[in-house]
């Protein structure tokens, strides 16, 4: 009787650690299967994140003191020449948007951009200097945040106005 005792008792302990496991491992699975559901649901709710890859235009609003940036679904290609001549020629044809305005108001173009080791030159040409000057300031400011939100790497801006470094 002892005999039979002990392996009913160890039958049942044997048993019940098998369910345990077993429920375990369902459990387990149906975790993995919640957490699956709920990373869908997340990314349909918020929507994946995808890198904008066109340009980043800057152009001062209708007070003329601060840059609102606009995109422009054109991606720059080439070498950095290239990709700052699209940018700034893509500038002076002005905003898309009527809440803001261009960058310059007078008779400006690009004349050319060269690139050094960490640095591009660009030279423009003006017709009337004297009306320009008031919008230097704002005009520096987009040229300079758009190529550098548009283009990636480390490069310093210097502009020439009619081959004259300006400051």
């Given at each position: 009787?002892?005999?039979?005792?002990?392996s009913?008792?160890?039958?049942?302990?044997?048993?019940?650690?098998?369910?345990?496991?077993?429920?375990?491992?369902?459990?387990?699975?149906?975790?993995?299967?919640?957490?699956i559901?709920?990373?869908?649901?997340?990314?349909?709710?918020?929507?994946?994140?995808?890198?904008?890859?066109?340009?980043?235009?800057?152009?001062?609003?209708?007070?003329?003191?601060t840059?609102?940036?606009?995109?422009?679904?054109?991606?720059?290609?080439?070498?950095?020449?290239?990709?700052?001549?699209?940018?700034?020629?893509?500038?002076?044809?002005?905003?898309?948007?009527?809440?803001?305005?261009?960058?310059?108001?007078?008779?400006?173009?690009?004349?050319?951009?060269?690139?050094?080791?960490?640095?591009?030159?660009?030279?423009?040409?003006?017709?009337?200097?004297?009306?320009?000057?008031?919008?230097?300031?704002?005009?520096?400011?987009?040229?300079?945040?758009?190529?550098?939100?548009?283009?990636?790497?480390?490069?310093?801006?210097?502009?020439?106005?009619?081959?004259?470094?300006?400051?």
């Amino acid at each position: 009787m002892p005999y039979t005792m002990g392996s009913a008792i160890l039958s049942n302990i044997l048993s019940n650690d098998m369910n345990t496991a077993s429920n375990n491992e369902h459990k387990d699975r149906y975790i993995i299967v919640l957490l699956i559901i709920v990373a869908v649901v997340f990314i349909l709710w918020r929507g994946p994140t995808l890198q904008f890859n066109g340009l980043r235009l800057y152009f001062p609003d209708k007070s003329g003191q601060t840059l609102k940036l606009e995109k422009r679904p054109i991606a720059p290609i080439g070498s950095l020449e290239e990709k700052a001549k699209d940018v700034v020629e893509e500038l002076l044809l002005g905003p898309l948007s009527r809440d803001l305005q261009p960058i310059a108001h007078v008779d400006i173009s690009l004349e050319r951009a060269v690139a050094g080791k960490n640095e591009l030159y660009l030279d423009f040409t003006i017709k009337d200097l004297s009306a320009f000057s008031a919008e230097y300031k704002i005009f520096k400011a987009a040229i300079d945040r758009s190529l550098h939100d548009t283009i990636p790497g480390n490069f310093h801006v210097y502009l020439y106005i009619n081959g004259i470094l300006a400051r």
